[in-house]
Structure formats: structure tokens, C-alpha cells
């Protein structure tokens, strides 16, 4: 009874240790190829997260450092028919302390993108010089439509991004920075470069009223003529203000044309004056 019972624990003994040698190398297989997936799986992770900017250059390269060394553990370990079990789970151990710091610099990482303040602060600084051009005379209504419309659709944008809780993405940031460099290059060339027009038709008008107020002091326009001049003067003084309240400064066109207007007024005030050269220009009209 005895010995029928201790033949038969040893046979089920026997029994479960060649299940467990049978067995082994599968269970080992299958552990070893769930651990490669992840090693790739992180390497993955790694690269995304590089490129979104949640982590640096640096961070990345000391991943990848520690997964080629994990990588090199496994290559090394499964060389061991059946892998011991004490390898793998060392080898598990170690990538999983990775997956934690990974975890964790993603966790602690700025959102993906790029951060939009930079870009509002220099829109707003161009809108501040564009408004300046304006107010200076220096920016024709083509031009400020055009600027207008660059900073509109930057501005448009960044609405959109904070209303979404978005980040804009490396190429998208670069673009709208290209639309702005654009707004940059046109200002610095009008703001240094650019005639006042206005302030020339300014003092051509007040130069010509001058005159004509003169005329009438010292008796060389009677009031018909002066009136007649005068009804000129309006007539064209309206065309300058029509100009000027058109949105932006008077243009180089607008200029050409107003210029001739108050060239003809100023020659028929001389004529009246019987001034010696009536088709004498002003020094500032070219």
C-alpha cells in the first residue's frame, strides 16, 4: 500500500517535472518575445515623443542608450537554451524602471507643440509699427490692405488655437512666421524709405491759400477772382480730405493725381498775381 502510493507520487513527480521541461522553452519564448515587443514599442515611443518636443535631444538619446543596453541583456540571456527565469525577470525589471522614467518625463513634459506667445508678441508689435506707418503718412491704402490681411490671418489663428486648448505645430509655427517676416520686410522698407505725401500736399494748400489771402491784402485779386480761386481750392481740398479719409496714407497715384490738381490752382494764382514765371514748380513737388 505503501509502496503502490510512494510509486505513484514519484510517477506524478516525474510527470510534472517533464511538463515544466516540456514546457519551459515555450513559456520562455513567448515571455522573451513580449519583452522585444515592448523594447520596440518604447523605441517608438521615444522617437514620438522627441518629435512633438515632449522631451529633449538629450532625454532621448539617454533612452535609447538604455534600451540598446536592455536590447544587448536580452540578446546575451536568450543565447541560454530556455533562458532562465531569473534573467528574463531581470531583464523585465530593468525595462520596466525605463517605462516608468519615460513615463514620467512625458507626464512632466510641456504640451505638444509650440508654444504661441512668441508669435502673438510679434504680431502685436508688428500691428503697433503698421498703425505707426499710418498715423506717419508713410503706408498706402494698397499696402496697409495687404499687411492688414497677413496679420489678420496670423491673428485668425492663434483665436482658433486658444479657443481649442491647441499648440501649433512645428511647420504651422514656421509658416505663420514666414507671414510675418513678410509684414516685417514691407514695413522697414516704407518706414524708411516712403515720402510723406501728405504732409507735401499739406504745404502746397496752405502755400497757395497764403497766396491767394495775400492777393486780396495788397489789391492784385479782386473778390471775383478770389472767389473764384477760393471755389477751387475747396473744390480740390475736398479731394485731398476724400484721400486721406480713404484708410491709410495718400499713395503714390493718389499723389500724382492731387499733385496735378493743385499744380494747375497754384499756376492760375500766379497768372492772377502776374508773378514773372507761372510755370515755375514748387521746390517739394518731385
Known amino acids: 500500500m505503501n509502496s503502490t502510493a510512494g ?9 510534472t ?17 513580449e519583452i522585444n515587443a515592448q523594447q520596440k514599442a518604447q523605441g517608438y515611443r521615444v522617437t514620438n515623443l522627441l518629435s512633438n518636443g515632449r522631451i529633449t535631444t538629450a532625454q532621448a538619446a539617454k533612452f535609447r542608450a538604455d534600451l540598446d543596453a ?20 531581470a531583464v523585465s525589471r530593468d525595462l520596466n524602471a525605463l ?17 504661441s506667445s512668441e508669435i502673438n508678441k510679434r504680431r502685436a508689435d508688428l500691428e503697433k509699427r503698421l ?14 490692405q495687404e499687411m492688414r ?11 482658433e488655437a486658444k479657443k481649442s486648448g491647441q499648440r501649433f505645430t512645428a511647420g504651422e509655427a514656421a509658416r505663420l512666421n514666414e507671414v510675418l517676416d513678410r509684414v516685417d520686410n514691407k514695413l522697414k522698407a516704407m518706414l524708411r524709405d516712403s515720402v510723406n505725401y501728405g504732409e ?14 495775400g492777393g486780396v491784402a495788397s489789391g492784385k485779386l479782386t473778390e471775383p477772382e478770389a472767389k473764384r480761386l477760393r471755389a477751387e481750392f475747396d473744390r480740390i481740398s475736398g479731394l485731398t480730405a476724400k484721400a486721406k479719409a480713404s484708410g491709410g496714407a495718400i499713395d503714390i497715384s493718389e499723389w500724382e493725381s492731387l499733385r496735378g490738381e493743385w499744380r494747375k ?4 494764382v500766379r497768372s492772377q498775381l502776374g508773378d514773372e514765371d507761372t510755370s515755375r514748380h514748387d521746390a517739394d513737388d518731385d
Open 131 to 144: 498703425a505707426d506707418g499710418v498715423a506717419q503718412g508713410k503706408i498706402g491704402k494698397q499696402e496697409l
Open 70 to 89: 536592455i536590447a544587448a541583456q536580452e540578446v546575451k540571456f536568450r543565447s541560454d537554451p530556455g533562458g532562465a527565469r531569473t534573467e528574463r525577470a
Open 17 to 33: 517535472a517533464l511538463f515544466v521541461a516540456v514546457g519551459q522553452p515555450a513559456m520562455a519564448e513567448q515571455t522573451w518575445a
Open 7 to 15: 510509486l505513484a507520487r514519484s510517477i506524478a513527480l516525474v510527470g
Open 200 to 213: 507735401r500736399i499739406d504745404r502746397r494748400q496752405k502755400r497757395i491759400l497764403e497766396r491767394i489771402n
Open 99 to 115: 517605462i516608468a522614467t519615460l513615463d514620467a518625463a512625458a507626464a512632466n513634459a510641456p504640451a505638444a507643440g509650440v508654444d
Open 265 to 268: 490752382l497754384n499756376n492760375q
Open 149 to 159: 490681411a497677413d496679420l489678420d490671418s496670423v491673428a485668425n489663428r492663434e483665436a
